[in-house]
């Protein structure tokens, strides 16, 4: 285990998440998704402006790019192996809203399955050990489950806004109680999975229950 590497990979992980969030605010408040009743009223309320916020965009994916390069000058794992997972994480972080805007077209779901779960724990998996084990994207499902439980609860939420401004995402499309169906589903199935495996490998895998309360 490196400490460095450990920091630098959160810096860099942190930094094009943050920066993938900053393109979903102002690509929505651009397309007149955001509005006085959202939840995000950065730019409606003008805390920043457009300008400014673009800046932090790129600033923040400036900021993961040093982190990478980092990364690369220390970690044992090879350059291109690296970079494939990098970049395919920070081109997802931007396609949700920018570009394309996969969140427009009912696929911002998967997209957030694949890049906050598998890719941030195979990229920060690789950083540390210095090669590939597609196993341990078995322990990122938990994870990602859960991330796309807030994305969808979020979506659940703006269902109405979302339409208005033509976008189609999951929750619209399953409707009301669909979409408090599968909450549940993406919430709590990995709770019964840590108890299933909890219960016939190691009393290690119950410590998540400790959060159960506050789901």
């Not at 651009?30 to 006085?36: H, I």
């Not at 690296?82 to 994480?89: E, I, S, T, W």
């Not at 219960?199 to 959060?211: C, E, Y």
Request: hydrophobic fraction near 55%; proline fraction near 4%.
């Amino acid at each position: 285990f490196s400490a460095p590497i450990f920091l630098w990979t959160c810096l860099t992980a942190l930094s094009v998440h943050a920066a993938g969030n900053v393109v979903n605010t102002y690509v929505d408040f651009m397309r007149g998704v955001d509005s006085q009743r959202s939840d995000d009223r950065t730019l409606v309320d003008r805390l920043l402006t457009p300008e400014e916020l673009a800046h932090l965009g790129v600033l923040l994916y400036a900021l993961g790019c040093v982190g990478f390069v980092s990364l690369v000058l220390l970690s044992p794992a090879k350059m291109e192996h690296l970079a494939l997972v990098y970049f395919g994480g920070l081109s997802s972080s931007f396609l949700y809203t920018g570009g394309i805007g996969l969140k427009y077209i009912a696929l911002g779901d998967v997209l957030v399955l694949v890049t906050f779960g598998p890719v941030s724990v195979l990229f920060s998996f690789m950083a540390q050990a210095g090669y590939v084990d597609l196993g341990v994207l078995l322990y990122a499902m938990p994870l990602a489950l859960n991330t796309e439980a807030i994305l969808h609860c979020n979506n659940a939420r703006d269902r109405e806004s979302d339409a208005r401004a033509g976008a189609v995402t999951v929750a619209i499309l399953i409707g009301p109680t669909g979409s408090h169906v599968l909450y549940a589903l993406l919430l709590f199935v990995p709770y019964m999975v840590f108890t299933v495996l909890g219960v016939h490998f190691s009393l290690w895998w119950l410590l998540p229950l400790i959060t159960l309360p506050q789901a």
